[in-house]
């Protein structure tokens, strides 16, 4: 069985690869994974682009285990030498966009469900959902399910994490900041010059350091991302826009991070554009962990953004592929990767379920 639901993961990565779904456009991706559901002859539903299933002998008072992963993928960057639309393979490789974020992880996950399905006596209930929009953290995805969806209790994620255990997963916080100053005709004097007032600052935010550090993911980590100002060659702007990207550990909240910014940053105005994206954690002694290090997978905190963020229980974030490939020129995933990703995952619930 297992053999089987490999092959046609791997058959329905391909034919993902080969439909566009960028982020709000996933409607035909979407149903290519609904025919995948009746190949299979699985009930499931579909809510916008979220295909969603239940296990079979789904019981109210189990708890609920997710598993979820995206088929929306990022537009194809200038650097592809290969047709980012059409699925390679190639020396073992399968190339294609989104072949490694996320379809590897999706189509896994999808194999594994079936496997699980129809058997009885589980200790967890099961729901899949393969969700829309989670590059540009929409409002019609993984978090607009979570009113529909049965309620969840823990969750697996699916992302590339070479099948290693993310136990954490720092948030993010993006702000919009200004630097103030004297707008003038370049040719007078002007000692409030907005450009030059904005040198403190990059000195400020490149060296400063929230006070706690997380054993699992470090530092908060601030970056200057993005700086705007001026118009004219002749003319000294008023002010200075800057983009502030923030990654999140474990120890702070967003609206803390953003309480600590608006005191102590030397801006004019330091706004956030959202403080949903919060880090993520499952406790190193949750069965789903124990199961893994038992297995031999092991633990880390990931520095990158995923679902988990919008999800308020413990989850952990595995799949097959490796987050470096992630919105790379000419992306890929080996295709054992998929097949042990798959072998893993049922593995590993066959020790919690």
């Not at 709000?24 to 295909?51: C, G, L």
């Not at 699992?216 to 002010?239: R, S, W, Y």
């Amino acid at each position: 069985m297992i053999e089987r639901l490999t092959t046609e993961a791997i058959q329905l990565l391909k034919t993902l690869i080969e439909t566009p779904s960028f982020s709000s456009e996933e409607d035909q991706t979407a149903m290519h994974i609904e025919q995948w559901f009746q190949n299979e002859n699985i009930p499931y539903k579909r809510t916008n682009n979220n295909v969603w299933s239940i296990n079979t002998h789904f019981d109210e008072s189990k708890p609920t285990l997710l598993l979820n992963s995206h088929h929306d993928t990022v537009k194809p960057n200038n650097g592809y030498t290969k047709d980012p639309f059409k699925a390679i393979v190639d020396d073992g490789k399968l190339y294609g966009l989104g072949s490694n974020d996320a379809g590897g992880c999706l189509v896994s996950l999808l194999a594994t469900f079936a496997y699980f399905h129809n058997k009885k006596d589980l200790n967890y209930n099961l729901v899949i959902v393969a969700s829309a929009e989670e590059e540009s953290s929409g409002d019609k995805g993984l978090n607009s399910m979570l009113s529909i969806i049965p309620k969840v209790d823990v969750a697996i994620v699916g992302e590339p994490t070479l099948m290693n255990l993310a136990v954490a997963e720092k948030g993010l916080v993006v702000f919009d900041a200004v630097v103030k100053g004297t707008p003038s005709h370049a040719a007078h004097p002007n000692d409030n010059n907005a450009i030059y007032n904005t040198i403190s600052v990059l000195e400020w935010f490149k060296n400063y350091r929230f006070e706690k550090s997380s054993e699992v993911l470090g530092e908060v980590k601030m970056t200057v991302t993005q700086i705007n100002a001026g118009k004219q060659h002749n003319a000294v702007p008023a002010d200075v826009k800057l983009v502030v990207d923030v990654r999140v550990n474990d120890k702070y909240s967003n609206q803390e991070i953003v309480e600590i910014l608006k005191k102590e940053a030397p801006c004019d105005s330091i706004i956030p554009r959202s403080t949903k994206l919060n880090s993520s954690s499952i406790p190193i002694d949750h069965p789903l962990v124990i199961a893994g290090v038992e297995i031999g997978r092991s633990t880390y905190g990931s520095p990158t953004l995923s679902d988990q963020a919008i999800l308020s229980c413990p989850s952990l974030k595995l799949g097959p592929g490796d987050s470096t490939r992630s919105h790379s020129a000419d992306e890929f995933i080996y295709l054992n990767e998929i097949e042990k990703g798959i072998k893993i995952y049922i593995e590993l619930l066959e020790r919690v379920l």
